[in-house]
Nanobody, 117 residues
Framework: QVQLVESGGGIVQPGGSLRLSCAASGFTFSAYHMIWVRQAPGKGPEWVSGINAGGDKTYYADDVKGRFTISRDNAKNTLYLQMNNLKPEDTDLYYC??????????RGQGTQVTVSS
């Protein structure tokens, strides 16, 4: 059974940091490009970051570049998103997805990130 399970979300003050994890199972994790996506209630999904299968190429949306770092551990079948200098506008549900498209059917349930003072 293909499964992606996120963890690591929470409530943090502006300027704070969080590290999200996405545990993958049921497929060959190391063979797939992976992405992080965020979505606010009533809005469409927003692509945040992506990483290639080998982990040596990373991509970021302009508004997170320099603050977020995507990485993966293929031996542990886990994807990460280190988020630093968080801003209130980063408040969203974050989820990981397999492949390059925000419309991927293989995605997790998400973890909530709330940035508030």
């Amino acid at each position: 059974q293909v499964q992606l399970v996120e963890s690591g979300g929470g409530i943090v003050q502006p300027g704070g940091s969080l590290r999200l994890s996405c545990a993958a199972s049921g497929f060959t994790f190391s063979a797939y490009h992976m992405i992080w996506v965020r979505q606010a209630p009533g809005k469409g999904p927003e692509w945040v970051s992506g990483i290639n299968a080998g982990g040596d190429k990373t991509y970021y949306a302009d508004d997170v570049k320099g603050r977020f770092t995507i990485s993966r551990d293929n031996a542990k079948n886990t994807l990460y998103l280190q988020m630093n200098n968080l801003k209130p506008e980063d408040t969203d549900l974050y989820y990981c997805a397999r492949g390059m498209m925000v419309t991927s059917k293989v995605r997790g349930q998400g973890t909530q990130v709330t940035v508030s003072s």
